[in-house]
């Protein structure tokens, strides 16, 4: 083992890069990104110049429904919109804004990360591999997460990876919403909890589309699949995100609901 790989391992103190390691990946990359605090998957922007408007895109947060308003025809599916944002040009990913761009409205929705983590595991990991036989996380460094065994495997499988290695369903939304100097990248932070509200006045103003319902994981109650261990990993995992968007009381909320149910076991 090489000295950087034994930093590496005591660093962070779990089998996630002995994984990288053992599959002969270069892990003098991983080092680069983690001291230039960069982001392994880059962040990802929605623009539409004529408007003068700019969506930073977050996973698992209605990201479908928010880019098919940017568009005037109608999208049958969230796997089309993404094609047609690229060839009309609105994507942008790997760079940051330039200082045209920094004029624009620029906005974003947060999610109880909580929520979101179930969300990402039922339609990346079920669903997806249910239709396709393959997800998003299969060529992820080397499938690490790309097999289904269990909610509670899943959580402690992305809390083994860094945050800034993380991918873009389940990255930390603060690291996407502020640089390293804490400065916010956009003008308004909406949330899921309230997307039809937070969003109309954009809509209104800029003349986009209604949302439409786009990647829907099903109905389910994200509580049912917490226990006071993974609902603490989590916490500890997203804390900026809770606490900087306001989902400290869900964490409270979530404990108090798993302690109740154990307790009518």
Not at 43 to 49: P, S
Not at 128 to 151: L, W
Not at 157 to 171: E, L
């Amino acid at each position: 083992m090489t000295p950087l790989m034994k930093y590496v391992c005591m660093r962070f103190k779990n089998s996630f890069f002995a994984t990288l390691y053992n599959n002969g990946f270069r892990m003098r990359r991983l080092y680069e990104v983690y001291q230039s605090g960069s982001l392994w998957d880059p962040i990802e922007y929605t623009i539409d110049h004529s408007r003068k408007l700019v969506y930073l895109v977050i996973s698992k947060v209605a990201c479908s429904s928010i880019k098919a308003a940017f568009l005037e025809e109608e999208i049958p599916d969230n796997y089309s919109i993404h094609y047609t944002l690229t060839q009309k040009g609105f994507r942008k990913q790997g760079s940051e804004l330039n200082d045209e761009e920094k004029t624009y409205f620029k906005f974003s929705f947060v999610r109880n990360p909580f929520d979101r983590i179930v969300s990402c595991y039922e339609s990346k990991l079920r669903i997806d591999s249910e239709r396709f036989n393959k997800n998003d996380f299969s060529n992820y460094f080397y499938g690490y997460i790309a097999k289904d065994e269990g909610f509670e495997t899943f959580v402690e499988k992305i809390c083994s990876i860094p945050s800034r290695f993380c991918d873009r369903h389940f990255v930390p939304q603060y690291l996407l919403l502020y640089d390293q100097q804490k400065n916010c990248r956009v003008d308004f932070i909406g949330h899921f909890e309230t997307l039809e509200e937070g969003f109309k006045p954009i809509q209104e103003k800029y003349n986009l589309k209604p949302l439409g319902h786009y990647n829907n994981s099903g109905s389910r109650d994200y509580r049912e699949y917490y226990t006071l261990k993974t609902a603490r990993m989590i916490y500890r995992k997203y804390k900026k995100d809770i606490k900087t968007f306001g989902y400290e009381q869900s964490y409270r909320d979530l404990i108090a609901y798993i302690k109740k149910k154990n307790r009518t076991k």
